[in-house]
């Protein structure tokens, strides 16, 4: 009874691998539909085309719209009044009547046109700085989105690499159980390791289609990509910058604190008599003469001294200034762990790359060891896990390295990987 049981179970574990190996074959196959991405560089240089480069052009241009209609002056008023007419006795009927046509402009004093031409331009300098920050933000995107998606295209061959070696091993064990050299429970581990294996390479393959789906969305690929030839986990990172130029969200910070300052002298200027010139003739009804008028008006700043908006324009500004400080912190503090973060990510890529190195070699030599009965199945496992982690940690090492190039190419105001295009 016990070596029928040991015949069932082999044949269980036979039948078990004989399905991995199927399946092993159908996810090896290249697909024929793959269709690989544009590379990073042809991404790059259509970025006015996203969304978000749009909304900031569009941005730009109503900025600069609003600078040229600061420069307009105000309209003139034409005004047309009849006067003693349509009455009683002499003033019945409109040909008594006295007639004035007059003609008022706005004088825009104290520098009101000025003030708001370049509170406008202020803000057109502004907006065309958040443009190019949002250009940088976008291809920092658009980067880690295109790493992300080459990444989990790496996993997935890795796991179907996984999978291979799995059921190899497996092939293995049940060939030294058949032979009495290693006890049924190792036949019954290959088996679970076996599956464990197809199941990480199904979630790879999902999360390499998810990837791929979004990268097709982010990039508007007109065709959507499956596949990536020349990515950027193996691109090398810019040079470091040792200018001195300030983070564009400083700039960004700093031109807004300008507008701001701009606008506290357009409240100042309309606390104060808006002069209006009017100039016009009259024609007297009953003695059939004109003459011509002149005049000047403007309001007494009894009560409206626009004292409110002022202060509230002063304390905006103060709060752009406290933006400007902060940005600058920020920046620098953010610096300073970019850089560092990328130096220890070059480090950390060189130490994953040997480490990936010794575990092939450590696994080559058990894989020998094993067939010849030397070392056990589960050296062999341990070591075929090993040269898996491995491998997986490689490919982290190279994400982190993308990501910190990002996050210093945003504090540098450049596009990420701007030298290796």
């Known amino acids: 009874m016990l070596s029928l049981h040991r015949r069932r179970?082999?044949?269980?574990?036979?039948?078990?691998?004989?399905?991995?190996?199927?399946?092993l074959g159908a996810a090896s196959a290249a697909p024929s539909w793959a269709d690989p991405a544009?590379?990073?560089?042809?991404?790059?240089?259509?970025?006015?085309?996203?969304p978000a480069s749009a909304e900031a052009a569009a941005l730009v241009d109503a900025a600069e719209a609003r600078v040229r209609?600061?420069?307009?002056?105000?309209?003139?008023?034409?005004?047309?009044?009849?006067?003693?007419?349509?009455?009683?006795g002499p003033y019945n009927g409109f040909g008594g009547g006295d007639f004035s046509l007059s003609f008022s402009q706005d004088l825009e004093l104290w520098g009101r046109r000025p003030a708001r031409v370049n509170a406008a331009r202020a803000d057109a300098g502004a907006a065309s700085l958040r443009r190019d920050l949002a250009l940088i933000d976008t291809a920092g995107r658009l980067a880690l989105i295109y790493a992300e998606a080459e990444a989990a295209q790496r996993r997935a061959a890795l796991a179907e690499e996984a999978l291979s070696l799995s059921v190899a091993d497996a092939r293995a064990a049940l060939a030294l159980v058949e032979e009495g050299r290693e006890p049924l429970l190792r036949g019954i581990q290959a088996e679970s390791e076996a599956a464990a294996a197809r199941a990480a390479l199904?979630?790879?393959?999902a999360e390499r289609d998810a990837a791929f789906a979004r990268l097709s969305a982010v990039a508007m690929l007109p065709t959507p990509a499956t596949s990536i030839n020349a990515g950027l986990l193996d691109a090398s990172a810019t040079r470091l910058?040792?200018?001195?130029?300030?983070?564009?969200?400083?700039?960004?910070?700093?031109?807004?604190?300008?507008?701001?300052?701009?606008?506290?002298?357009?409240?100042?200027?309309?606390?104060?008599?808006?002069?209006?010139?009017?100039v016009g003739v009259t024609r007297f009804g009953a003695e059939d003469q004109t003459a011509l008028t002149f005049g000047l008006s403007l309001p007494l700043p009894l009560f409206d001294r626009n004292r409110g908006n002022i202060d509230a324009a002063r304390a905006e500004h103060r709060a752009a200034e406290a933006r400007v400080m902060?940005?600058?912190?920020?920046?620098?503090?953010?610096?300073?762990?970019?850089?560092?973060?990328?130096?220890?990510?070059a480090s950390r890529v060189s130490a994953a790359d040997a480490g990936v190195s010794a575990a092939e070699e450590a696994y080559r030599l058990s894989r020998i060891g094993a067939e010849a009965g030397r070392i056990s199945q589960l050296e062999l496992r341990t070591g075929r896990a090993a040269l898996i982690n491995a491998r997986s940690a490689a490919v982290d090492a190279r994400m982190a390295r993308v990501r910190a190039e990002i996050d210093l190419a945003r504090l540098e105001g450049r596009l990420p990987f701007e030298g290796s295009r």
């Open 202 to 205: 199904d979630e790879a393959k």
């Open 241 to 278: 910058s040792l200018s001195d130029r300030e983070a564009p969200t400083v700039r960004v910070a700093e031109a807004e604190a300008t507008a701001a300052e701009r606008r506290i002298d357009i409240e100042r200027i309309n606390g104060r008599p808006d002069v209006t010139a009017r």
């Open 326 to 345: 902060q940005a600058r912190q920020d920046a620098g503090a953010d610096r300073a762990a970019a850089v560092a973060r990328l130096a220890s990510s």
């Open 69 to 88: 209609q600061a420069r307009v002056r105000p309209n003139p008023s034409l005004d047309l009044s009849a006067e003693n007419v349509a009455g009683s």
């Open 9 to 23: 179970s082999r044949l269980a574990i036979g039948c078990a691998l004989g399905c991995a190996l199927v399946l």
């Open 38 to 50: 544009p590379t990073y560089a042809e991404l790059v240089a259509r970025l006015d085309q996203t």
